[in-house]
């Protein structure tokens, strides 16, 4: 029922405690230059589809989750295996059915005849990168285990917690083609996700390479070997603590609380978006900052990431619907109407 792609300990990993971010990383050129280093290892192997290694990688070092919504066939499951070779994270692979119950993915207890007694296993979500494969085919009760994990970074099963180590990103796909048999999340549970990223078919000229890529036959597994490791978890936490201490002006929050407001007012929109997209676009922009070697955020982070932020955090108008307006053009006007402030 689910195919994870390396084995779980017997036994649910505790928390990496990495301390306090170390003072060399809160300059943020060394964290542009293990930017650049994750993007050009992963780009080895898996090639195009900028939006998505952006944009997880931004929601992974901001302690996010990312909603992922393409057709299938783009390479989801290799990004998610190359990503946790590339970062020394284990990964793994859910695929969600209309038969999935909570305890497929969170473990269960089981009983162990040499000691007489019930032992947790833990499930598949016991790892760092998770791919949650067509997460709108389960029922409401499956997706709220996940989304309750996901918030939480700990299970209960029987009133004892398990911790969940970190860093940990779920990212969680669905098909917009194909609609039967599939479960709408609804939009307390859209919210608890950073990003939600829309792929698109790649380019000629990547999709050239890929078939270059794949004509020499070689295992995908002798390829993934290949790979250098760049990073660890422990970096990766205490990096992202670091983030905290970009610099973010008054008027950029002024800007981005005017943003996430305005949402609540357009026409077209007949629900905005809640406070809660307001923090993942301050995360998410001093992440980007950090990651372009700044350790300042500028309205252009903001504005890069207000549709990923946004897009599944409003809901159309019944007449927006009607006339085919799309919600991205929509919030690209919002944005425009906005003034952006000289810092």
């Given at each position: ?22 003072p060399?990383?809160l ?6 230059a ?97 791919l ?39 990212m969680a ?61 422990e ?16 008027k ?5 609380n ?51 932020v ?34």
């Open positions: 029922m689910h195919e994870p792609e390396m084995p779980h300990s017997s036994e649910p990993p505790q928390d990496v405690d990495s301390g306090p971010p170390s060399t990383h300059g943020n050129q060394p964290a542009q293990l930017f650049d280093r994750i993007t050009a290892e992963v780009g080895k192997i898996f090639i195009g589809q900028q939006e998505l290694v952006l944009g997880t990688l931004v929601a992974l070092f901001s302690s996010g989750h990312v909603l992922i919504e393409s057709v299938p066939g783009l390479g989801k499951t290799l990004f998610v295996r190359t990503l946790g070779r590339v970062l020394g994270c284990r990964f793994g692979r859910i695929q969600f059915t209309a038969d999935l119950m909570p305890s497929d993915i969170t473990g269960s207890p089981i009983f162990d005849m040499k000691t007489q007694e019930f032992r947790f296993r833990p499930g598949p979500i016991f790892t760092q990168l998770l949650a494969d067509e997460i709108n085919r389960s029922p409401a009760k499956t997706h709220a285990a996940l989304l309750e994990i996901m918030q939480e970074y700990r299970v209960t099963v029987d009133r004892v917690s398990y911790k969940i180590e970190r860093p940990f990103l779920v796909t669905q098909n917009p083609i194909e609609s039967e048999g599939t479960y709408n999340l609804p939009e307390a549970q859209l919210d608890r996700f950073m990003f939600k990223l829309v792929l698109e078919y790649p380019s000629a000229e990547e999709e050239s390479n890929i078939l270059t890529m794949h004509s020499t036959r070689d295992d995908l597994d002798d390829q993934l070997a290949k790979l250098e490791t760049v990073t660890s978890p970096e990766i936490l205490a990096i992202g603590r670091g983030f905290g201490q970009v610099r973010v002006d008054p950029l929050v002024a800007f981005i005017r943003i996430v407001r305005l949402t609540r007012e357009w026409p077209h929109f007949h629900m905005g978006a809640s406070p809660r997209a307001g923090i993942a676009l301050m995360q998410g922009a001093c992440t980007l900052a950090a990651f372009r070697g700044r350790d300042y955020a500028v309205p252009d982070d903001v504005v890069e990431l207000v549709l990923p946004l897009r599944h955090r409003v809901i159309l108008s019944a007449e927006a619907e009607v006339e085919g307006q799309q919600v991205d053009d929509l919030l690209r006007s919002l944005v425009n109407s906005v003034e952006v402030p000289r810092l």
